[in-house]
């Protein structure tokens, strides 16, 4: 079984940063993929960004540029670097892996609010 649990959500100003955290433990051998969504209010979960086993990564676009996916392997953590962030994306944010079986696996999330 694996276990996800992100952190590093809270309140930042507009045109600031915030670094998200997602932590893998358990059977992280099975990890394929990790991922990296949002959420907001009433709306559908939308993929932010994906990073492989072997570093390869993908943005979506509203997000290319401006987002960035490190890692610490030592500590089976994958980040999610967002900057100059702006009202639209407060939401909650959630990380995913998908195994190498095709199951997939999601945190409890965490918050981000943007205040102008």
């Known amino acids: 079984q694996l276990q996800l649990v992100e952190s590093g959500g809270g309140l930042v100003q507009a045109g600031g940063s915030l670094k998200l955290s997602c932590s893998a433990s358990?059977?992280?051998?099975?990890?394929?993929?990790m991922g990296w969504y949002r959420q907001a209010p009433g709306k559908q979960r939308d993929l932010l960004a994906r990073?492989?086993?072997?570093?390869?990564?993908d943005y979506a676009d509203p997000v290319r540029g401006g987002y960035t996916l490190p890692r610490n392997d030592a500590k089976n953590t994958v980040y999610l670097q967002m900057n100059s962030l702006h009202a639209e994306d407060a939401a909650d944010y959630y990380c995913?892996?998908?195994?190498?079986?095709?199951?997939?696996?999601w945190g409890q999330g965490t918050q981000v609010t943007v205040s102008s």
């Open positions: 995913d892996v998908q195994g190498t079986s095709f199951d997939v696996y």
């Open positions: 358990g059977s992280i051998g099975i990890i394929n993929t």
């Open positions: 990073i492989s086993n072997g570093g390869w990564t």
